[in-house]
């Protein structure tokens, strides 16, 4: 049984038609041939085999030598009852807040007069229109609503950089003349996941001047690799005998106490440095953290690369035996101390002011865009998010058109702004197991957090990317931490969907169009054959909540959540409470 979405007949000899069509369930197509006279088909069957016919065929599957295909010779065709379309039958209807139409370039695939139809179908109050840095679609969506009881909430997922500075990590006002301790890693690999430390160097610098050294190998307790020693000049005879992590960790950051710790490229060695520290000595880091790799951006700018080596080039200082910590961090201390200089000469004094500074000279194209969905509330909003979309395009565009923070700040009244997907700063931070101060300062940035289907972030289990997500358990885990942040600092929480196709099986069309586009973080995450059940289409309440609220689920049930309820004046976004609910014990599955 099938839909016919092609149909061809050619006349033979003898005034007969042999007749194909090809026909699809949906799950899988086929052509069927059959041999007919041309006055019967004519008179009889033309209106009954066209296009967009539902039929159900018996015959003889066969190798047709002619189209040198597999088909169908049809003996017996007769219509029959197309099958029922999707319908929402949730008492409480769910409003979806994160929708891409075909205006998503290479990546949504629908048109938005479908979605909003399909809306109006299934009798939903309001629907989010959010595709990815644009707003083409908002005209066709208000004309497609026409006089029905729908409202548009009109919005867009932004392209977000931190121009506000990324230099200083939880700043306590401490003075340039207070106590650094600048240091640096050597490590077995490069994910923190799975490899370990194997040397720690560092300098304590106090007024500018430097007061005390620490440098120790530590045993990594698994064999460095050729690559690594050839790169480090580490070997496995030099940390056999040496202190492992759990000893040596505690005394290192007795000797940091609580000193601003400095290194080149300071995510990398910090990342190790807490995961250790948490995982292995039960200690949370809450030191001030300074990146001399983001202060040379924005006190080099004549650089075009920021390593250390070209640094310490630029500036004079002396680096040798490059890639061991204790040089390294003694290298690191000279050009830091040179940056205190240069720091002073533009009248910074004080952490907490490099930041600022910092944002001043940002080069924006240097900046990792994250996603955030913004929505309009009202119609200064919708005039607030079409400038901020111009600015995008017109003055921050880089590969993508990008919203700095500083901008979203200037322009945020009348704007809803929530923490979108895997690909959102908050999700990240999660994912690289940032402070759990960077984490809540997110989410009070932020109106509402944003959870979505398991099946959408089932890529990263499998990705290279993604270092510390290796099963779907690891996925719920952080829905779960996003439920929880909601909870503690009471903000509203919100599933959707990140629909980009209106149907299960139209999802082959999206990954068509994500396996063409240079720039798709998911291209290759997709399986060739796709699986039509996982995520990204257009969903009811029911299916919601069986299956992104697996986070719920698992928990044993939890308070619902409410989401968010602030859209107002003549536009009237508005979205109705939306809960997170307990799945009935035999439904769960």
Request: hydrophobic letters at 40%.
């Amino acid at each position: 049984e099938g839909s016919i979405y092609n149909v061809e007949a050619k006349e033979i000899k003898g005034e007969k038609y042999i007749v194909s069509f090809d026909i699809t369930d949906l799950s899988d197509s086929t052509t069927v041939k059959f041999f007919v006279k041309r006055s019967v088909f004519d008179q009889e069957l033309s209106d009954k085999i066209k296009k967009g016919k539902y039929l159900r065929v018996q015959g003889d599957v066969q190798f047709d030598k002619y189209s040198k295909e597999i088909n169908i010779m049809a003996k017996n065709i007769m219509t029959a009852a197309a099958p029922a379309p999707r319908m929402d039958d949730s008492e409480e209807k769910r409003v979806e807040l994160h929708l891409h139409t075909q205006m998503s370039s290479m990546d949504g695939v629908t048109h938005v007069k479908k979605y909003i139809q399909r809306a109006i179908d299934w009798g939903h109050k309001a629907i989010a229109i959010t595709d990815h840095g644009v707003v083409q679609a908002f005209p066709d969506a208000m004309n497609a609503v026409g006089k029905a009881d729908l409202k548009v909430i009109y919005g867009v997922e932004a392209y977000l950089i931190d121009d506000l500075g990324s230099v200083v990590t939880m700043p306590r006002g401490q003075s340039l003349d207070d106590t650094f301790v600048v240091f640096d890693i050597e490590t077995t690999g490069l994910s923190r996941e799975t490899e370990s430390i194997t040397e720690i160097g560092a300098v304590k610098l106090q007024d500018g001047k430097i007061v005390d050294r620490f440098s120790t190998f530590v045993n990594p307790e698994k064999p460095i690799s050729d690559e690594i020693t050839k790169l480090t000049g580490i070997t496995d005879e030099m940390v056999a005998d040496a202190p492992v992590i759990q000893d040596i960790l505690p005394k290192f950051l007795d000797f940091c106490g609580d000193a601003v710790m400095v290194a080149h490229n300071a995510n990398f060695d910090m990342g190790f440095i807490r995961v250790n520290a948490e995982r292995k000595c039960n200690i949370e880091v809450k030191n001030t953290v300074l990146d001399t790799l983001e202060l040379s951006r924005s006190l080099l700018p004549e650089l075009n690369k920021h390593k250390l080596n070209l640094v310490c080039d630029h500036l004079g200082v002396s680096l040798e035996g490059h890639h061991r910590a204790v040089n390294d961090a003694e290298a690191t201390a000279e050009v830091f101390r040179k940056f205190i200089d240069m720091l002073v000469e533009n009248k910074i004094y004080h952490v907490d002011d490099i930041n600022v500074f910092s944002s001043q000279t940002v080069n924006y194209k240097k900046l990792k865009a994250h996603h955030a969905i913004i929505l309009a509330k009202n119609y200064t909003g919708l005039r607030n998010l079409y400038e901020l979309v111009s600015l995008a395009h017109l003055d921050y565009f880089h590969r993508r058109p990008r919203i700095p923070k500083s901008k979203l700040i200037q322009h945020r009244d009348g704007l809803i702004l929530g923490s979108a997907c895997e690909a959102g700063e908050l999700y990240r931070a999660i994912l690289e197991g940032k402070p759990k101060q960077v984490i809540e300062e997110l989410v009070n940035f932020y109106d509402y957090l944003e959870i979505q289907p398991l099946g959408n972030n089932k890529f990263m289990i499998d990705s290279p990317r993604v270092e510390n997500v290796h099963s779907m358990q690891d996925i719920i885990n952080i829905n779960k931490r996003i439920v929880a942040l909601a909870d503690e600092h009471n903000k509203p929480v919100v599933g959707t969907c990140d629909v980009h196709f209106i149907n299960p099986e139209d999802e082959i069309k999206d990954w068509v169009h994500c396996l063409n586009n240079p720039w798709s973080g998911t291209s290759m995450s997709y399986e060739v054959t796709p699986n039509y059940s996982e995520s990204g289409w257009m969903a009811t309440k029911t299916i919601v909540v069986y299956d992104f609220i697996d986070a719920k689920i698992c928990a044993g049930g939890a308070t619902p959540q409410e989401a968010i309820t602030a859209c107002e004046e003549a536009i009237k976004v508005l979205t109705e409470k939306y809960y997170v609910e307990e799945a009935d014990a035999d439904t769960e599955e």
